[in-house]
């Protein structure tokens, strides 16, 4: 390579391209966005705990300006080092609070809080103010979401980890810390294959899972992950079917039809949000304990209902502690007589 660095989206070149330290200038191309980094930033504001997360996971806090679209708290293994970190919201921020942040990046985990309708503003209004951005791959790489819409979208190709890895080499260039993305990077791969290991140990018929994020109403149908997003990868990965064929990452199905595809596992989503009754991990299981279509379902029936952080089932690199957690349950299950 050239002194100046080229750092394109495509997968393929992702995947061929190794960083060194003081790799500057710095050309990176992001969901459609190239941009030249003269050298790694030094105030950043995050706008999705994904990308805080990733941050911390990278030794970057002292980067992190502000913070902001927080699901619940930190894992464990990131909750000191990311202690005392400033929030500008729980959801979206302002887009005059995050520039009062005087930062020279904003991190985005989705398209529709920094993107062509972007609920906090759009790259271009963050370039006119010399503001570079990001928006995690895994919400482009692979998806359509239409320029009108802030849904979350459908995906063209199946979702899985090799997004969330490319992102963190990635970023490990701009911030010029390559050793510490190939560290996390080892961890996470070391990670998966235990839990794999942990499952494979026993043996047994696929099992059919359905991954329920919550609903806008309690009786009515609730958002579940399609086959296509993280949640069809962490199935896969565990020998699980999703019962819901979809390439929409949370379309909203009938109960009923949950309940004819007869699930032997549900997975819920614990979030710290409210802002719909079902974002509470109780209101759910009390839900499905007492309504007559779902009461009935074999999962409720026997019980094996498995509570995961609601930032484990969208792309990030929390998606493996979504593995770890289904697949410990997985193993009692197996036990049990």
Known sequence: MTVKHHFLSALALYASLTFSAQAFPLTVGNCGLEQTFSEPPERVVTVGQHETELLLALGLKDRIAATSVWFGPLPDAL???????????????????????????????????????????????????????????????????????????????????????????????????????????????????????????????????????????????????????????????????????????????????????QPDIIVIADMARRLYPADDVAVKKAFLERDPVTRNIPAVQKGQIVVVPAMSLNPSLRNVDAVEIISRALATYQAQP
């Not at 701009?174 to 961890?187: D, H, M, S, T, Y």
Request: proline share 6%.
């Open 79 to 261: 909750a000191r080092e990311g202690a005392g970190l400033k929030k500008l919201a729980d959801n979206a921020p302002s887009f005059e609070s995050v520039v009062a942040e005087k930062p020279d990046l904003v991190l985005a985990q989705y398209q529709w809080h920094i993107g062509p309708q972007g609920e906090v503003g759009t790259r271009e209004q963050l370039t006119s103010l010399g503001i570079k951005s990001w928006i995690s791959p895994a919400d482009c790489v692979g998806k359509s979401v239409t320029s009108a819409s802030n849904g979350d979208g459908a995906r063209t190709t199946p979702f899985t980890m090799t997004e969330i890895r490319h992102e963190v080499s990635a970023l490990a260039a701009i911030f010029n810390v390559p050793q510490e993305g190939e560290k996390l990077n080892r961890a996470l791969q070391t990670r998966i294959d235990e839990a794999k290991k942990r499952v494979d140990a026993q043996p047994q018929k696929p099992l059919r899972v359905v991954f329920w994020f919550s609903s806008a109403r309690l009786n009515g149908d609730p958002w579940v992950a399609g086959d296509y997003g993280a949640p069809g990868w962490i199935g896969k990965t565990l020998g699980l079917k999703n019962i819901i064929t979809s390439h929409d990452e949370w379309p909203a199905v009938t109960w009923e039809h949950i309940a004819r595809a």
